[in-house]
């Protein structure tokens, strides 16, 4: 009986201390949220999930005219900086999109899937991702653009994140 005490109290303590562990540490699970332009509130910060469901923002122009999003992205792990794969969708036959990021037009590496942008630390967050819709001028009122945006960490290529920015043409 004694034994099975002792043992039984080993197994508490060895799940005690794996459950503690286990919750010091964040894996790295990147956190992607847009907004319009570049004021007022990101939609999706904390919502993690690669369909873009309540992480979207949006905007209506007309034919000819274009809108810019802003796209954050942070590393929620305490564990280890992260290295982030940043894939977007492409421009189509009514809607041009493109891509900055570090002053610099990133559009042809985004499409592809191949943009890494800077190293991002634990817990930390980078602001200078933008996104730019263009509704052409043959665009017919009505038109949409759904642009899904998704962040995928480097070191735990299972987590990613995606956003969506939303372009409707209107009369």
Avoid: W
């Amino acid at each position: 009986m004694r034994r099975s005490a002792v043992l039984v109290l080993i197994v508490i303590t060895a799940m005690s201390l794996f459950s503690a562990n286990s919750e010091a540490t964040t894996p790295q699970q990147p956190d992607a949220s847009i907004r319009r332009g570049v004021t007022g509130d990101y939609k999706g910060e904390g919502d993690h999930n690669t369909t873009g469901v309540g992480q979207r923002a949006r905007a209506r122009v007309k034919a000819g005219n274009s809108v810019m999003f802003q796209m954050k992205y942070e590393n929620t792990s305490d564990r280890a900086p992260d290295t982030y794969f940043i894939h977007g969708c492409a421009g189509s036959r009514k809607f041009k999109v493109t891509y900055f990021s570090e002053g610099g037009n990133v559009t042809e590496d985004v499409v592809e899937g191949d943009y890494i942008p800077p190293g991002v630390g634990t817990e930390q967050t980078r602001d200078d991702f933008f996104i730019k819709i263009k509704a052409k001028a043959k665009a017919d009122p009505g038109n949409v653009k759904n642009c899904g945006v998704t962040v995928t960490s480097k070191g735990t290529p299972d987590n990613a994140d995606a956003v969506i920015a939303r372009v409707k043409v209107k009369d």
